[in-house]
C-alpha cells in the first residue's frame, strides 16, 4: 500500500463511507476517516504522512473551515477539497475560508457530484500521484465486507505490488478462520475483481432489503433497519449515480413500515421506539412516515396508493438538507430563522423546492410526492413557506402530511411529558382545525384515541 495517506472528514456516517467507498475502489492509499475539524486535526497531527484532505463545511463539533485554517497555518503544504452542497458564490465569502478560492483552481466539490468527479478534482490539486489500484480489481474496507455474512463475489488478498491472493470464493461463508486470519495479519482491504464490482453492490443493497421485508424480526429491529435505510436514501440520493439504488431502497422502507403497522396497531408504542433524538432529520423523516400513514387510515382516503405517497414524502421532505438545526425551523417567524445569516435562510426557504427537484430525477414517483414535499412547511394561516398558501389552498394529502409534520417535530425539539402531548394536541385544535385541515384533523384524533 502507498505510504501518502488520504483524510476524509465529514459528521455524517453515510457520507464517509459513500466518499470513501469512491476513493478505495480506485487507489491503493489509506484512509483515515473523521467526523469534525477536531478529528480531522488530530489525525493530521498523528500522521505526518497525510497526502490530501477532503472535508465537508457543516460539522457539529468543529466546521471545514476550521480544519482549513488549522491546514493553513500548520500543514500549508497539504491540498484541501471542500466538500458542500452550496455554491461557490457562497462559501467562497466565509470568512473562515479566507485564501481557499484565491488561485485559478477551485477546490470545491459541490453535491450532489459523480465520483468522477470527486477523483478528478483529487487528481488536480494533489503534488504527487495517488497508487492506483492494480488494474482490474477495486478495493474495498474489510469493515464493509465483513458485515454481510456470505461473500457475494470472490474477494482477493493483495500479496504484492502486482500480486493477488484469492482468499474467499462466490457464495462462501465467512468463516470464524477467516476471520481471525484477517485480525490476525492486519488486513485493512480486500480486492474485488472489477467485473464483479457492481454485482457485489447490487448484492449488499438485496441483502439490506430481505432484513427490510423480515416480518419475524422484532419491531426495535425494523425500525433500527429502517432509521439506518432513510439514512443511506438521503445520501444515495444526493450523489449522482447513485439514485437507482436509493430509490429500490425506500421501495423497501415503504413496504417495511406499513407491514410494521399492519402488525401493530399502536402508534404509540411505534413512536417510542423511534424517539432516540440523535438524528433530527432521519427521525423526523420515520416520525412523519408512520404519523401520516396512521392519520390517512383514519379517512376516506385510506388507501395503500395514498399510504406510499404519505411514506415516499416522509422519506424525501429534506433530502436536499443535511443541517439538522435548519431543518428545524419550520415558519418564517420562528425566532432561529430570525437569527441565521442570509446564505442560511436560503438554504431553508429553497430547500422543499430542491428535494422536489430529486425527486422529479427520479421519475418514477407521483406527482403528488412533490407536490406534498413542496407544501410540508406551509401552514394553514399562511406563514409558512415557500409559497405562503393558507388553509384553503394547501392541498388535502399536504394537510396530512403537515399535521404528522408538526406533531413530529414538537415530539423531537421538547421533553416528552404527558404536559407536552396535551398541549400538542390543545395547538392543532386551536390553529389546525378548519379549512382543508379539518378532516384530517379529525382523522388525527381518531388515530390518538382523543
Known sequence: MSEGKILIVDDNESNLEIMAMYIESEFDNETILGASSVDGIEALQENPEIDIV??????PGGDGGQLYQWLKENRPDIPF???????????????????????????????????????????????????????????????RFLTFNKC?????????????????N???????????????????????????????????????????????ADESEKVKLQMDSVESIHEGLRYVGMGERAIELAHGVVESTLNTIKSNKKI????????????????????????????????????????????????????????N???????????????????????????PLKSCEIVEGLGELSPDVRN???????????DGFPRGLNKSKIGTLSCIFILSHEFAHRLLTEPITHELLESIHGDLDKN???????????????????
Open 54 to 59: 477532503i472535508s465537508d463545511y457543516y460539522m
Open 81 to 143: 477539497l471542500l466538500v458542500c452542497g452550496e455554491n461557490q458564490d457562497v462559501v467562497e465569502k466565509l470568512p473562515e475560508l479566507s485564501g481557499l478560492f484565491s488561485g485559478d483552481f477551485s477546490p470545491l466539490v459541490s453535491k450532489p457530484f459523480k465520483k468522477e468527479e470527486l477523483l478528478e478534482k483529487m487528481k488536480l490539486v494533489m503534488n504527487k500521484e495517488l497508487t492506483k489500484v492494480i488494474d482490474g480489481y477495486k478495493r474495498i474496507s474489510i469493515d
Open 152 to 168: 457475494f463475489v470472490g474477494a482477493h488478498l493483495k500479496i504484492g505490488d502486482n500480486k493477488m491472493l484469492k482468499v474467499v
Open 170 to 216: 462466490k457464495d462462501d461463508e465467512i468463516s470464524e478462520e477467516l476471520l481471525y486470519n484477517i485480525v490476525v495479519k492486519g488486513v485493512k482491504y480486500l480486492y474485488i475483481e472489477e467485473n464483479e464490482y457492481e454485482a457485489f453492490m447490487e448484492s449488499a443493497m438485496s441483502e439490506v432489503m430481505e432484513k427490510l421485508s423480515n416480518r419475524d
Open 268 to 323: 404509540s408504542s411505534i413512536l417510542k421506539t423511534i424517539l432516540k433524538k440523535d438524528n433530527y432529520i432521519y427521525e423526523l423523516s420515520l416520525l412523519t412516515c408512520y404519523i401520516s400513514t396512521a392519520i390517512a387510515n383514519e379517512t376516506e382516503w385510506a388507501t395503500t396508493e395514498t399510504y406510499k405517497k404519505l411514506s415516499y414524502a416522509s422519506l424525501m421532505q429534506d433530502v436536499s438538507l443535511k443541517n
Open 325 to 351: 438545526d435548519l431543518a428545524k425551523i419550520c415558519k418564517k417567524t420562528d425566532h432561529a430563522f430570525e437569527q441565521l445569516k442570509q446564505e442560511e435562510k436560503q438554504l431553508v426557504l429553497s430547500h
Open 372 to 382: 406534498i414535499i413542496w407544501e410540508h412547511h406551509e401552514r394553514p394561516n399562511g
Open 432 to 450: 389546525y382545525s378548519s379549512g382543508n385541515f379539518k378532516k384530517p384533523h379529525e382523522a388525527l384524533k381518531k388515530a390518538f384515541n382523543r
